[in-house]
């Protein structure tokens, strides 16, 4: 199993990274999810709904998060 890290940063230009474990490269879906669930940690998310239907994009509108990059770890 490979071990990718996936980059991303906020609004204020900080970057973060994640590291998981797949087969194959992780596809952007997997990867927004992975990187929620990373911020929903870092972030103040008493806001962000749990039942929403897409925290993802929550995250998004109120940190400005972009996902950056995806490497295979050697």
Do not use: C, F
């Amino acid at each position: 199993m490979s071990k990718w890290k996936i980059a991303y940063s906020n609004s204020d230009g900080n970057t973060s990274v994640v590291s998981t474990e797949a087969e194959q490269k992780p596809d952007m879906e997997r990867v927004a999810q992975i990187v929620r669930d990373d911020a929903l940690e870092e972030y103040d998310d008493s806001e962000v709904p749990r039942d929403y239907d897409e925290p993802t994009v929550a995250l998004l509108e109120r940190h400005g998060i972009t996902i950056t990059g995806i490497t295979e770890e050697g």
